[in-house]
């Protein structure tokens, strides 16, 4: 009797154990936390976008996700840069992989747009 108990404990706190022992991350954060500091420290855009763009591909290659507001930082980071077209597009997969930030995109591309025609 005691050794059907110790073995159903043992049995039991190993599957707890390897339980608790997975770990898979929602998001792909890579460095980003980094380059957000950097960025409101006020740096150039330029290093950013290449850090950002690398961080992008590493996710990729891992089949992993961004977390939310990534693509839309590195939409900013491209119209700081001057460069609107790639702005755009970043602003739109934002909104493609988190719909919830549809409104806050749209008012980021009419600030882009009012701005390019100031």
């Known amino acids: ?9 043992c049995t039991a706190l190993a599957i707890l154990l390897t339980g608790c022992a997975t ?3 929602l998001y792909s954060w890579g460095n980003y936390e980094d380059q957000l500091y950097a960025h409101f420290k006020g740096e150039a855009p330029e290093k950013h976008i290449l850090a950002m763009e690398s961080m992008l591909e590493q996710a990729k290659a891992g089949n992993a996700k961004v977390p939310p507001g990534f693509y839309a930082h ?7 840069a001057g460069k609107a077209d790639e702005a755009r597009h970043m602003l739109n997969m934002e909104k493609q992989a988190f719909p919830e930030s549809a409104r806050y995109i ?13």
């Open 1 to 9: 009797m005691k050794s059907k108990k110790s073995i159903f404990l």
């Open 23 to 25: 770990k898979s991350e």
């Open 74 to 80: 590195l939409g900013m980071l491209y119209e700081r």
């Open 106 to 118: 749209d008012n980021l591309n009419n600030q882009f747009k009012k701005a390019s025609t100031q």
